[in-house]
């Protein structure tokens, strides 16, 4: 697939247009919001665990290709963020989220051609990241609390620890922290090892920091087409009232 050709636009144009819809469709009850949210993270499982009895099937299991890339990490996050609506998974799992999958959508790693499973299936693990956390976030479904950043960014860093731990004892290279992927990508403008892992760090806070801004006031959002969301008495999660 040509970087930035007509396909690989194709797809994130198609991508960002669900992700900016269904939420507004939810909010506006055109979609039953609970649906929505338990179809999307039964898909997300689904496709998931279809995709590792084909891997592993093919490849067995060894320390090289184990599950734990963060976007390995941010698809079951958005998995449990669907079904369950706690807002630690929610927070961690949209900025994460959007952070990780957002940008492997605009670099894509491929092992194979479109549109050959394993292409495909990275478009919709990648993609379903996407357009599940911001359901999650902008659907109105749980608020994010203060210090919302901090938090996801710490606990990012904490699992960054123990992926680089468990690539120092086997040989690995998930989250591309012994180096950079062989695709071109964002880190090849950040310098050599271990210089570009820093810059990263620093840019992903950034990142961050910038999808705080749209959800930052998530609480406060107007009445949309008769729905009113309020927080519940424990402050975890909205109640939505749609008015005939």
Same mark, same amino acid.
């Given at each position: ?17 669900? $992700? ?9 009850? %055109?979609?039953?919001?609970? *649906? !929505? ?26 320390? $090289? ?6 976007? @390995? ?20 799992? #949209? ?6 999958? *957002? ?18 299936? &990275? ?8 357009? !599940?956390?911001?359901?999650?976030? &902008?659907?109105?479904?749980? =608020?994010?609390? =203060? ?13 960054? $620890? ?19 992927? !062989?695709?071109?990508?964002?880190? @090849?403008?950040?310098?050599?090892? =271990?210089? #570009? ?10 990142? %961050? ?15 949309? !087409? ?7 008495? @424990?402050?975890?999660? &909205? ?6």
């Amino acid at each position: 697939m040509q970087l930035f050709g007509s396909l690989h636009i194709s797809l994130l144009i198609a991508i960002l247009v669900i $992700a900016v819809a269904l939420p507004v469709l939810c909010r506006r009850g %055109f979609v039953s919001m609970r *649906g !929505a949210r338990l179809a999307l993270g039964s898909a997300l499982a689904a496709n998931e665990l279809t995709w590792w009895v084909f891997r592993y099937s093919r490849e067995g299991i060894r320390a $090289a290709n184990l599950p734990l890339q963060l976007c @390995d990490l941010t698809v079951w996050l958005a998995v449990l963020g669907c079904l369950t609506v706690v807002p630690a998974i929610v927070e961690f799992g #949209y900025f994460a989220g959007i952070g990780g999958a *957002g940008m492997a959508l605009l670099t894509p790693n491929l092992w194979s051609r479109w549109p050959n499973y394993q292409a495909v299936y &990275f478009f919709i693990a990648h993609g379903g990241i996407v357009v !599940a956390v911001a359901l999650l976030a &902008f659907g109105g479904f749980a =608020p994010f609390r =203060p210090r919302a950043v901090w938090r996801a960014f710490g606990l990012l860093l904490a699992y960054a $620890a123990i992926v680089g731990a468990f690539n120092a004892a086997t040989g690995s290279n998930f989250m591309f922290l012994c180096h950079r992927p !062989a695709n071109p990508s964002l880190l @090849d403008s950040m310098g050599p090892w =271990p210089w #570009y892992i820093v810059a990263a760090a620093a840019t992903t806070l950034a990142c %961050f920091w910038l999808l705080w801004l749209p959800v930052r006031h998530v609480r406060n959002w107007p009445r949309i !087409a008769g729905a009113t969301n309020q927080p519940s008495a @424990d402050g975890r999660t &909205f109640h939505v009232q749609h008015h005939a």
